[in-house]
């Protein structure tokens, strides 16, 4: 067999060269033989034609350097695979794929007419280019992968060869091709699975069918075979079809036309020159990779966009530098992935290509090495890919380990993208952007989610708020008090809250601020903060806080910058978005509409660190895509992380901390308050149970008004029944609005809403009817409050019809003229198909024709049973054993018409699912009332839940009105230990009124000193949020804030030490506690040395008693300060028997050896600590009463005193005190009784 065509610059003969299978018989060899090379593109060309199976195993390959004959074309024939041998002696044949060849049998059967079809349409994807000839193939766009389609057989001189594959089949195939291909092909992600051959062919099954014809070349060319001198005998040989033929020669090659050919491995022509299929195939992968490596150089010494390395002064971990002659070398889908992959080099994207999310490069070893996904790296770029409706699983275990995810979307399919351009060039835009020659399939960065700009509320793990905060601070000098802005999101719900305020030493409003929001990212400009808040923040944030630096001015906004953009944005989304002849319609003149800018926005005006912070915000949202979709929701409020202004209970940070409020000690939420009390039903109103919590009110009557509320639930448990079979079967209403607004909402999310609030309107209405025997009005006038939707239901299911088991969502009848034109036209091609099929049933005198559709692609394909004959211009696309389907001229020439009208019919109604959320969307603000509402009822419900679970005693708070604190509990326990333990001893507490402000508690280690501070702490709160408290009686005058400071712990970011913390907490709370403030304090001056400690207890502890006039405890262990916990001790068995009760008097030590002895130290260690601390003990003793005895009036009456000389020196009369007159007259009065008591003392002496 052999093929022939001159080239015209050789002057030889030719430049064919002939592979002879190394198997074959050896002959006597020439000395002068030559190999003319072939290159890649060319041997998978030739691999690709019919052959004819030859147990001579010759192949004939073209030199690419010249245009094959298509006469010789049909000459070149390949085998499908090496036969088996039939026996240990049995010569092997030449290695060659199967995957890269294909057979044509002169047979003609349909399974070979179906396996050369399937070879025709293998094509490489992921956006690789492969050369083959003198044109590039890539990639095409369809969405979903076709059927086989074995053309027809046609006769040709008298041999049976398959239609595309003659002169006029070689034609015809490649302008089929040059038609249907298109450079981004992604045909089989929607059928064949990752590990298909469609999937993942990239062409190098061929590659190594050409490397292996390469090897067997050398092999043959080695051998010891002249070449035939006659062109008439190798044109014979095929006639002949001599099995026992061993070569083929091609005519027309003298010895001196060929070059010489290099030898391989030890000789020249022996057995070590040969290479198997494996050698070549990793030698051909190192050649790749090295190719690879030298195209993506610019991965091997990352630079950022300005051209910094890691590690450098300035570099942006952000952006990648891709040097232009990179670009050139980029196949067109290179060329879009790299695009956006150069300013998004920090975050792992998610490249949608048909019905799969795929990984390039460094992202795909992320996924591989996180997750173990398969990685492909046969591809020119590494890859893995997740199917398309796995996207929100695969995103959230990204988002957990702490990545940045980026979801590109595919905008169109292929078809889409053909109507577009044609579309372009009617409208006279001209060319659509080409891309090497062919327009790709156009992709958009729809989003980059980070840990805490989630939007999706199926991606978070709970139904808490996640937080996103930018900060920034404003500190002129380090002696100067410290002044922040701060802008904090919840993207899932797309609320805004902007705070400022001016904060102490210790950053106390900003501690609570993080305490109370764990915020999950944290956006800062750099090199703002001061080292004492990177310190503070370091602490209280966690680890899986994700930091984000942005520069001063060019990206972390500067106030009059953040002022523009945001009127700017939201002219943009009242005017429907400005294009580019509208920018200086959009320039801001400083006085924008009030109407335009939400109020809450313009209360920080003047208030430029706020400003700057939320400028920020904005900035770093328009690097992920959703600057417009959240900011414009108008969801912005006042954020005061105190609650002073709100008229709240004040719960700091430490308090939060000490308590236990919101997290305990291990970071989980078991045993906590939150836990113990939130019950809520609705995930909405579970977040804002939370904001409850967090902020107890204040004000008698609007606390005496809740607890009236949840008397009446209490009392009527049908309402509580009627509310949660309401309520639990609702959606995250209020995350789904912000994903309306964004038009990013499914489809069926957006029904589930509109029957929410179907179910809401019809529960509330039984709710109204169930609360008119309540006593209080609070329940009811909820209810009413509620704006009646019913209209707004109805006219807003009137502009739509759901489909619900094809799921779709189009325009009603009427309501769209676009939909009702393009369905008008499918209509007509779909009646002019029926109207075909009745003259295709008569022609062919065949009433069984029928259509058959395959998949969503192959549509109204002819069924025709096999026995009936259609004309030859029918085209067959499959089959069974039972009828052939085809497509005749005219019905294929319907379908394409059906198909686009169909693909326009899906744009429009695209289309208009955007345009429904619109008009959803313009009644937020009344969506919003309905959720919030029936939040508070689940709050209200919660309040009532956890009082009835609290067991007996349990009692409703008397809250009294007073201008101090008053607090009164009998028989008060612990709530969150309610359930832990069954034999808790509950206690008396009384402070303020008429018993004593402060108590001391002195005694043992582990007799409930902290656990009575707890609890203390705990009632009050629940008291204040409306809540039964779990005592037999209980009565309050409302707390405006809680100070504690308890524990030993250190503060090593902070560079504090445990004595300095302590410090730093008791000036806190001597600065900020008021004679309405509860304070509690535990074993403070325990940092320092013992008489350091004690004095400073002492000193803080009169400072309190005499000049704040708060209620508190101060728990010690100085027995100095008495007052405490009764105990018996057995010195015996050295145990000691906690009584757990408070009584009047005072504990005589604290014994800590004995505690040490029950936890289990040995006895001559306890007994020597026993003895010195009794030598201690009397040491130090008999050292204070010295002390004392030299004393002509005790210290504190010294103390006041000294404050009563320095009051005098203010002149009082005259009005220049500052402080507060009434705490200034307590004070006094507190000094009158303590000299009286001094007086009484010395006259009894």
Known sequence: MSSQKKDPSSTGGGSQSTLLSFFSKPAPSSSSSHLASSSPATARKAATKPAMPMKGEVVTLESSD?????????????????????????????????????????????????????????????????KGGKGVVVDSEEEDEEDVKPLKKAATNGKATTNGKGKAGAKKSKKQKKKGGDDDDFAASSTAGEDSDDYFDDGLDDALANLSDSSTHSAASSSSTPPPKSKAKAKAAPKKAAPMARQTSLGGFGASARPQLKSAGSGSGGIGGIKTAAETAREKAKQDKQSNEEMFSFLVDPKDIDGNRPGE???????????????????????????????????????????????????????????????????????????????????????????????????????????????????????????????????ELKSVLTSGTIVDGSMLTDDMSNHCVAIKEHTP????????????????????????????????????????????????????????????????LGLECQWTALKEGKEFLKAEDARDEVVKLFKESKKGGAGEGDEAEMEVDGADDENTVPESIRKMYDKPVAMSALGGMIWYLRQLNLDADLVTARNFNIYDPLGRSNGTLVLDGQTLAHIEVLQNSQGTTEGTLLQLLSRCVTPFGKRLFKVWLCAPLRDATAINDRLDVVEDLLGNANFAVAFDGMAKKLPDLERMLSRIHGKTCKKKDFIAVIEAFERIMTGLKTLGDLSEDFKSQGIPNLIRSVPDISELLEEVQGLYIWDEEAGSLHP????????????????????????????????????????????????????????????????????????????????????????????????????????????????????????????????????????????????????????????????????????????????????????????????????????????????????????????????????????????????????????KVEMDDCNKILQKATPRSLVILDELGRGTSTYDGMAIAYAVLHRLATHTGCIGFFATHFTSLTED??????????????????????????????????????????????????????????????????????????????????????????????????????????????VGAIKETRAAA
């Open 1125 to 1234: 916990f009764v105990t018996s001790v057995n010195d015996e068995t050295r145990e000691v028997v906690f009584l757990y009760k408070l009584i009047d008097g005072s504990s005589p030590k604290s014994y800590g050896p004995h505690v040490a002895a029950m936890a289990g130290l040995s006895e001559s260690i306890v007994e020597r600590a026993i003895a010195i601390s009794k030598q201690f003990e009397e040491t130090s003793r008999a050292r204070e009463l010295a002390m004392r005895a030299n004393e002509t009036l005790p210290l504190t009456a010294q103390a006041d005193a000294a404050f009563l000389i320095k009051l005098a020196k203010l002149k009082l009369a005259d009005g220049k005190y500052m402080g507060d007159k009434k705490q200034l007259l307590r004070t006094l009065d507190v000094v009158r009784k303590a």
């Open 66 to 130: 010249v245009e094959a004959d298509p006469r010789e074309e049909e000459r070149v024939k390949v085998p499908s695979k090496r036969p088996a041998p039939t026996s240990t002696s049995a010569k092997p044949k030449s290695p060659l794929p199967s995957s890269s060849t294909a057979v044509n049998d002169p047979s003609g059967s349909d399974s070979d007419e179906a396996v050369s079809a399937a070879a025709r349409r293998k094509r490489p994807l992921l956006g690789r280019g492969v």
């Open 812 to 1059: 009603a009848e009427g309501k769209d003229e676009d939909f009702e034109r393009v369905r008008q036209k499918v209509d007509d091609v779909e009646d002019e198909l029926q109207q075909e099929l009745r003259l295709v049933r008569k022609s062919l005198k065949c009433p069984d024709v029928i259509f058959k559709h395959i998949g969503t692609k192959d549509i109204f394909q002819l069924e025709v049973p096999v026995k009936v004959k259609v004309p030859n211009n029918w085209t067959k696309m499959s089959g069974t054993q039972k009828v052939h389907r085809y497509y005749s001229p005219e019905i294929a020439r319907l379908v394409a018409q059906l198909k686009e009208a169909r693909e326009r019919m899906q744009m429009v109604v695209n289309d208009f699912q955007f345009k429904l959320y619109g008009e959803f969307d313009k009644h937020y603000t009344t969506w919003m009332a309905v959720i919030r509402a029936v939040s508070q009822l689940d709050c209200l419900l919660s309040l009532s839940k956890s009082s009835a679970a609290l067991g007996e005693p349990c009692v409703r708070p008397e809250i009294v009105e007073s201008d101090t604190a008053i607090v009164e509990f009998e028989e008060l326990r612990h709530p969150c230990i309610l359930s832990a333990s069954t034999d808790f001893i509950p206690n008396d507490v009384v402070l303020g009124g008429d018993a004593k402000n402060l108590m001391l508690l002195t005694g043992p280690n582990m007799a409930g000193k902290s656990t009575l501070l707890r609890m203390a702490c705990t009632a009050v709160i629940m008291a204040q949020l409306g809540c039964f408290v779990p005592a037999a009686s209980a009565r309050i005058a409302p707390i405006d804030a809680i100070y504690s400071r308890m524990g030993a712990n250190d503060f090593i970011f902070a560079n504090a030490s445990t004595f």
């Open 477 to 540: 000098t380090p002696a100067s008090a410290p002044s922040f802005g701060v802008c904090v999101l919840d993207a899932s719900t797309a609320e805004f809250s902007l705070s400022f305020f001016t904060d102490d030493a210790s950053r106390t409003e900003l501690e609570t601020l993080v305490r109370q929001l764990k915020p999950k990212e944290l956006i800062h400009q750099k090199g703002n903060l001061s080292v004492s808040t990177l310190r503070l923040l370091r602490n209280c």
């Open 313 to 443: 002064p300035g570099y942006d971990p952000r952006t990648l530098y891709i040097p232009p002659a990179a670009w050139k070398q980029f196949t067109p889908f290179e060329n879009q992935f790299w695009e956006i992959k150069q300013y998004h080099y920090d975050t792992v994207l998610f490249f949608q290509k048909g019905k799969f999310f795929e990984l390039y490069e460094e992202d795909a070893a992320i996924g591989h090495r996180e997750f173990d996904l398969k990685l492909t790296d046969r591809v020119k770029m590494k890859m893995v890919g997740v199917p398309e409706t796995s996207f929100d699983f695969w995103a959230a275990k990204f988002l957990a380990q702490g990545y940045k995810v980026g979801r590109v979307d595919q905008c169109e399919t292929a078809l889409g993208a053909e109507l577009r351009n044609k579309d372009d060039k009617k409208a006279g835009k001209g060319k659509a952007k080409q891309a090497k020659g062919k327009e790709i399939v156009r992709r």
